[in-house]
């Protein structure tokens, strides 16, 4: 029985994938196990009745697996590791925080109007913490050469930062920071990635809202 997923529509197009990271990485992590699903998308400004009644609090992404619908991201990408092992995903512990803190000093940074308030500081003492794992540690990816659970969460979260901060204050992550440059670019070019990423407009028709409310 293939999989079911409930992802997130674009804001003013629902027929076209959403700007949500969280269903994103669901969606990539299907696509690196090669496993076969049915994707559906939800207007989260018009959520269907039978959407509600799988997920009462209105939350995506949902996955239906074995007759089941479960939520949560980091709990779908658990559960599609231990039920499809190969390829293995499981970030090493001492590498699944890596990045943790980056996608909510991005929002804070796009959010601000302040340019005093250190929010873009603190975005960057994040970067520059990326920064230091991937210069010290065999890459490309935050565990080595394999691509693991913690890349899948940390891809589309610098997509939207790459694409939400050049389009709403014309930032781009520094120079100063070549190997995250360098990985961007590596996650970039995922074929899942490829295959999956919203499109640009997408991101900021999302973001718009929350930036300018």
Not at 38 to 55: A, E, G, R, V, Y
Not at 175 to 189: D, E, G, R
Request: glycine share 4%; net charge negative; with cysteine.
């Amino acid at each position: 029985m293939a999989l079911e997923i409930c992802v997130k529509a674009a804001v003013g197009a629902p027929d076209h994938f959403g700007d949500c990271p969280f269903s994103h990485r669901a969606i990539l992590t299907l696509e690196e196990k090669n496993l076969a699903y049915k994707m559906h998308l939800i207007n989260l400004s018009d959520k269907p009745q039978w959407f509600l009644d799988i997920s009462p609090q209105g939350k995506v992404p949902v996955l239906k697996i074995d007759d089941k619908w479960v939520a949560d991201s980091d709990v779908i990408a658990d559960l599609l590791d231990e039920k499809y092992p190969d390829p293995p995903l499981k970030t090493p512990p001492a590498f699944a925080s890596v990045g943790s803190k980056i996608f909510g000093t991005f929002g804070t940074f796009l959010k601000s109007k302040d340019s005093n308030d250190q929010s873009e500081q603190a975005l960057l003492h994040e970067l520059e913490a990326l920064e230091n794992h991937l210069k010290s540690h065999e890459g490309p990816f935050i565990a080595g050469e394999r691509v693991s659970a913690v890349d899948l969460s940390l891809a589309p979260k610098l997509y939207h930062l790459e694409v939400a901060l050049g389009h709403f204050k014309s930032w781009s992550v520094p120079s100063s920071l070549p190997h995250v440059h360098n990985y961007m670019k590596a996650l970039f070019s995922l074929d899942s990635f490829e295959k999956t990423k919203p499109e640009e407009k997408y991101v900021i028709s999302g973001w718009e809202p929350k930036v300018n409310p």
